[in-house]
């Protein structure tokens, strides 16, 4: 992993980002960034003008832990990057001194940060405050996911829509929810998109790791792709890919585009291909971008770029393009082969938190709305900075206090806690933090390789073994 040692300049906000996936790196990272930058955000945290935040990263050991060419992807650097496990970051916390700390993790682990963190400080004290919140569109899980980020001083939700959604299941069991904060996805930006002429020249078809889950319906998606080139042999269509066989993202994926493409009957066209790259990158010289109910629908959007969100295998809850009711969106590929071009519905738009170039073309609504969509235009974040400069300012904070504890969850919380090697307590378990200053260089390295291996193989156990045993065995 990438590792640098820069001076902190005096002033800066000290700033670290735990991260269990390439995805969630991102949206930690940016968010930091966004927290600690923009219209008064020196005034409000209390720094030094024209300072950047100095941001070390963290990348939680685990089955996503994204690989150097990934990280390359995704374009974001620290100050310094190192794969921990949950223990050694609790370690890290007790040994440095941050002012922030973004959870940029699962739900199960960020609940394991957060009792790890009682456990260091009990009692009010000087430690960092702690913010996570979700890398995209909540469609899943929401009752589950809150509750096991319920705790960190901020949980930020990326719309007006997600937050009242967060507040309402806080108060449900009767939890404080006074940590809830909107903001925006911190990766909404880029360029307003200028038509070159008229129709679609660049497709984008965003695929996802999971969804859908099955190889006939992955492999009807990328052939429907494919036949939309044919039709229209004056598009190109790209199908931009999350990762390479092998690698893992926020989700398993079992069945790889790059090996579903041996399935198209033709193979694929010469004016369709496949891509990897940045998201924003590619979106840059898209005309139409196509997806189930990937989060990069939001970033077209933003940019005012038709987004077509799929209806051909249902609109569905498990498929996630139920989020998507009511914004204009939803088409299937024959209607997009007939040369729709979805736009999205303004007073959606609003909602969601996208106030890009699309919002600000909108209709006329309410003045409270309107007044709330400039608001938000101006900056999202401003809400965030405001909450963590008077935090930081506090002094002593106050313990951390999760709603599930032994008492409120005790068939529960101890299992998720002892899946990153601590205790009920929150304590790290006997060895779960190995010394490692004793050991030489070539053990250390030694131990890396098999590390790695080992990650390599239960990824392509995943996507190779795991699926010819099921075809095997009819399950």
Same mark, same amino acid.
């Given at each position: 992993m990438p590792d640098s040692n820069r001076a902190v300049p005096r002033g800066a906000l000290r700033v670290a980002v735990l991260a269990d996936s390439d995805t969630r790196w991102k949206w930690g990272a940016l968010t930091a960034r966004r927290l600690a930058s923009g219209p008064g955000a020196e005034r409000e945290a209390g720094l030094e003008a024209g300072l950047e935040p100095h941001l070390t990263g963290y990348l939680l050991r685990g089955r996503a832990t994204p690989t150097a060419r990934q990280l390359g992807e995704v374009g974001v650097r620290a100050d310094r990057l190192t794969e921990v496990t949950c223990a050694q970051f609790l370690a890290e916390l007790r040994r440095e001194r941050y002012d922030v700390v973004v959870l940029a993790l699962v739900g199960g682990a960020v609940q394991a940060v957060l009792h790890g963190a009682r456990a260091?400080?009990?009692?009010?004290?000087?430690?960092?405050?702690?913010?996570?919140?979700? $890398?995209?569109?909540?469609?899943?899980?929401?009752?589950?996911?809150?509750?096991?980020?319920?705790?960190?001083?901020? $949980?930020?939700?990326?719309?007006?829509?997600?937050?009242?959604?967060?507040?309402?299941?806080?108060?449900?069991?009767?939890?404080?929810?006074?940590?809830?904060?909107?903001?925006?996805?911190?990766?909404?930006?880029?360029?307003?998109y200028e038509p070159a002429g008229s129709g679609a020249h660049t497709v984008v078809f965003a695929v996802q790791p999971s969804v859908p889950q099955s190889r006939a319906d992955r492999t009807y998606l990328l052939g429907r792709a494919a036949e939309h080139a044919r039709l229209h042999p004056e598009r190109e269509v790209l199908v931009k890919l999350r990762s390479r066989p092998g690698e893992?993202?926020?989700?398993?994926?079992?069945?790889?585009?790059?090996?579903?493409?041996?399935?198209?009957?033709?193979?694929?066209?010469?004016?369709?291909?496949?891509?990897?790259?940045?998201?924003?990158?590619?979106?840059?010289?898209?005309?139409?971008?196509?997806?189930?109910?990937?989060?990069?629908?939001?970033?077209?959007?933003?940019?005012?770029?038709?987004?077509?969100?799929?209806?051909?295998?249902? $609109?569905?809850?498990?498929?996630?393009n139920h989020h998507f009711l009511g914004s204009g969106c939803l088409a299937s590929w024959d209607q997009l082969d007939a040369g729709l071009l979805p736009q999205g519905d303004p007073a959606w738009l609003a909602a969601q938190g996208v106030t890009g170039p699309a919002a600000a073309r909108r209709v006329p609504v309410a003045a409270d709305d309107d007044a709330h969509a400039h608001a938000a235009a101006d900056d999202s974040y401003a809400a965030a900075r405001?909450?963590?400069?008077?935090?930081?300012?506090?002094?002593?904070?106050?313990?951390?206090?999760?709603?599930?504890?032994?008492?409120?969850?005790?068939?529960?919380?101890?299992?998720?806690?002892?899946?990153?090697?601590?205790?009920p307590d929150g304590t790290p378990l006997p060895g779960a933090v190995r010394v490692e200053g004793g050991e030489s260089r070539l053990r250390r390295r030694v131990r890396a390789h098999v590390r790695e291996a080992a990650r390599g193989a239960y990824r392509q156990g995943v996507q190779r073994v795991a699926p010819l045993i099921r075809r095997l065995g009819e399950l």
């Amino acid at each position: 992993m990438p590792d640098s040692n820069r001076a902190v300049p005096r002033g800066a906000l000290r700033v670290a980002v735990l991260a269990d996936s390439d995805t969630r790196w991102k949206w930690g990272a940016l968010t930091a960034r966004r927290l600690a930058s923009g219209p008064g955000a020196e005034r409000e945290a209390g720094l030094e003008a024209g300072l950047e935040p100095h941001l070390t990263g963290y990348l939680l050991r685990g089955r996503a832990t994204p690989t150097a060419r990934q990280l390359g992807e995704v374009g974001v650097r620290a100050d310094r990057l190192t794969e921990v496990t949950c223990a050694q970051f609790l370690a890290e916390l007790r040994r440095e001194r941050y002012d922030v700390v973004v959870l940029a993790l699962v739900g199960g682990a960020v609940q394991a940060v957060l009792h790890g963190a009682r456990a260091l400080w009990p009692e009010p004290a000087h430690r960092p405050v702690l913010v996570t919140g979700y $890398v995209g569109v909540v469609y899943e899980k929401l009752a589950d996911g809150l509750l096991l980020r319920h705790g960190a001083d901020l $949980v930020l939700a990326n719309s007006r829509h997600d937050a009242g959604r967060f507040r309402a299941v806080y108060e449900g069991v009767g939890a404080d929810a006074s940590a809830v904060t909107e903001t925006a996805l911190p990766f909404l930006e880029g360029a307003p998109y200028e038509p070159a002429g008229s129709g679609a020249h660049t497709v984008v078809f965003a695929v996802q790791p999971s969804v859908p889950q099955s190889r006939a319906d992955r492999t009807y998606l990328l052939g429907r792709a494919a036949e939309h080139a044919r039709l229209h042999p004056e598009r190109e269509v790209l199908v931009k890919l999350r990762s390479r066989p092998g690698e893992h993202t926020t989700h398993l994926e079992e069945f790889p585009y790059q090996r579903l493409v041996e399935r198209i009957p033709g193979g694929l066209p010469a004016n369709c291909r496949l891509v990897y790259g940045n998201m924003g990158e590619v979106l840059d010289g898209a005309d139409l971008l196509v997806t189930v109910s990937s989060t990069a629908a939001l970033e077209s959007l933003h940019r005012g770029v038709p987004t077509a969100v799929l209806t051909d295998l249902g $609109v569905r809850e498990v498929l996630g393009n139920h989020h998507f009711l009511g914004s204009g969106c939803l088409a299937s590929w024959d209607q997009l082969d007939a040369g729709l071009l979805p736009q999205g519905d303004p007073a959606w738009l609003a909602a969601q938190g996208v106030t890009g170039p699309a919002a600000a073309r909108r209709v006329p609504v309410a003045a409270d709305d309107d007044a709330h969509a400039h608001a938000a235009a101006d900056d999202s974040y401003a809400a965030a900075r405001a909450r963590l400069a008077r935090l930081l300012e506090l002094g002593p904070l106050p313990a951390v206090a999760p709603y599930y504890t032994r008492v409120t969850a005790p068939g529960y919380l101890p299992g998720i806690l002892a899946r990153h090697h601590l205790a009920p307590d929150g304590t790290p378990l006997p060895g779960a933090v190995r010394v490692e200053g004793g050991e030489s260089r070539l053990r250390r390295r030694v131990r890396a390789h098999v590390r790695e291996a080992a990650r390599g193989a239960y990824r392509q156990g995943v996507q190779r073994v795991a699926p010819l045993i099921r075809r095997l065995g009819e399950l």
